[in-house]
């Protein structure tokens, strides 16, 4: 008898490791990237102390795709699908899905009278990533997906907050971020014999989402952003110069350059639009409501240095017209955003990131320069 067992016991074991070491091989050779989980869904409900000017609540839903935004249709011949990267001011995290400048560009699309084409965006962008990464993440996305119309980029922003956390580097950083850190579901980050660390679990949750469709709930949501900008608001270290910026300007041309390059090879056109920003003279209350560009993340530890907001200006003036010169040489369109968005606190809820307000101009710009490109293609 107990000899018996003990057959059982370590058949149920081998069984087990066997099954484990063939997840790890199917996880491994799928070699899947999804930003956002196929099928996820989360709520998140807005502290309104922080920001009295966002919606309530927050809803983020995955499409089959894992890309934020609606279920591709059973795919017509004349679907026209465009893909949106970038970082924060392209994720939107903080704007209720319909809100988000990605939906009001697909809605606007498809209200434009004179266009046959169903239109689709779908949006993988996410906070705080670089041009070098995103150039990396797509490599691993944009295989997989088919038939893309038109990629929108909204890049430059991250790299210059980067930098700025890293205290302004004369040399850059070359070595490459942990991709998986970007990315919800994935292959990377190893796996453990712990049950939460096995692969058999990573497939498990993935059979549960796309199954049972579960709603995250979060409350709260932007809560420390108070924080931050007492942390800045009370920081008597305000830098009004930089380093030459020569190095960052010239790793963000190279890496944007490469990207759009990457772009091409899955996409039949890109679009540059040119990340905005709150460029105005703000007064001392309106400034109180910016938290971010200081030497360090605040979220991990209160930065003993901030720089300035008219240095912050000026230097994204300068990302922007490199931008500009890539789109020039690379000979793809870019949109000037800044000329679209009105750079008041009622369309910015800080320096980059944009009320539902705000995204609703972004979007009807986008969608605007879409219809024009679309209607410069040859039939």
């Avoid at 038939?147 to 205290?167: H, N, P, Q, R, T």
């Avoid at 990377?188 to 796309?210: C, H, I, M, N, Q």
């Avoid at 920081?235 to 963000?252: G, K, V, W, Y």
Wanted: hydrophobic fraction near 40%; glycine fraction near 6%.
């Amino acid at each position: 008898m107990i000899l018996d067992l003990l057959l059982i016991a370590g058949a149920t074991g081998a069984s087990l490791i066997g099954a484990e070491l063939l997840a790890r091989i199917y996880l491994r050779t799928r070699d899947d990237w999804f930003v956002h989980a196929p099928y996820s869904r989360s709520e998140y409900v807005v502290d309104p102390i922080a920001f009295p000017q966002l919606p309530p609540t927050v809803r983020v839903a995955a499409n089959p795709d894992g890309e934020r935004g609606s279920k591709l249709p059973r795919r017509p011949d004349d679907l026209y699908r465009v893909l949106v990267a970038g970082g924060s001011a392209a994720e939107c995290y903080m704007l209720d899905q319909p809100q988000s400048w990605p939906a009001v560009t697909q809605e606007i699309l498809n209200g434009t009278a004179g266009r046959r084409s169903l239109a689709h965006v779908g949006n993988i962008a996410c906070s705080l990533i670089p041009c070098r990464t995103i150039d990396r993440l797509l490599k691993r996305v944009l295989p997989r997906v088919k038939s893309l119309d038109v990629i929108v980029l909204m890049v430059g922003a991250s790299d210059l907050v980067d930098w700025f956390e890293k205290k302004a580097p004369p040399e850059i950083d070359e070595s490459p971020a942990a991709l998986h850190l970007f990315c919800t579901e994935h292959p990377a980050g190893g796996f453990s014999w712990k049950p939460t660390g096995s692969a058999l679990y990573r497939l498990l949750r993935r059979a549960y989402t796309r199954v049972a469709r579960p709603v995250h709930r979060r409350t709260n949501v932007g809560a420390a952003r108070v924080k931050h900008r007492e942390m800045r608001a009370r920081c008597q270290n305000i830098l009004t110069e930089a380093p030459d910026a020569s190095p960052m300007l010239d790793r963000f041309r190279h890496h944007l350059t490469a990207l759009i390059r990457t772009c091409r090879e899955h996409s039949r056109e890109v679009l540059i639009a040119r990340q905005p920003w709150l460029d105005a003279d703000l007064s001392p209350e309106e400034e109180r409501q910016l938290w971010n560009f200081g030497q360090g993340r605040p979220y991990r530890s209160e930065p003993e240095a901030y720089y300035s907001i008219k240095l912050v200006r000026d230097l994204m003036e300068q990302v922007d017209q490199v931008a500009v010169e890539v789109a020039a040489a690379e000979a793809v369109p870019d949109l000037d955003l800044r000329a679209r968005v009105p750079s008041t606190l009622d369309h910015y809820y800080d320096f980059l990131h944009h009320t539902p307000l705000g995204a609703r101009c972004v979007g009807a710009a986008i969608a605007s320069k879409l219809v024009e490109l679309e209607r410069a293609q040859p039939n």
